[in-house]
């Protein structure tokens, strides 16, 4: 939990969106979403994103 509070002060992001990148960096996985802010979070993160745009 330590971790995913530190994470949403990093990226100025809501514990939940924050649990969401901790996951994916957790297990080195993508994220998907849609979310604009989310998307930004995950690019400062490292966090390779899927990309669903044409």
């Known amino acids: 939990m330590a ?3 530190s994470i949403a002060a990093q990226v100025n992001a809501y514990a ?3 649990y ?3 996951c994916a ?12 802010t ?3 979070a995950a690019n400062a993160l490292g966090i ?3 990309n669903l745009e044409g």
């Open 48 to 50: 390779n994103l899927v």
């Open 16 to 18: 939940y969106d924050a």
């Open 38 to 40: 989310l998307r930004r």
């Open 25 to 36: 960096l957790r297990h080195a996985a993508p994220l998907l979403t849609l979310d604009r």
């Open 20 to 22: 969401l990148l901790d």
């Open 3 to 5: 971790n995913v509070l």
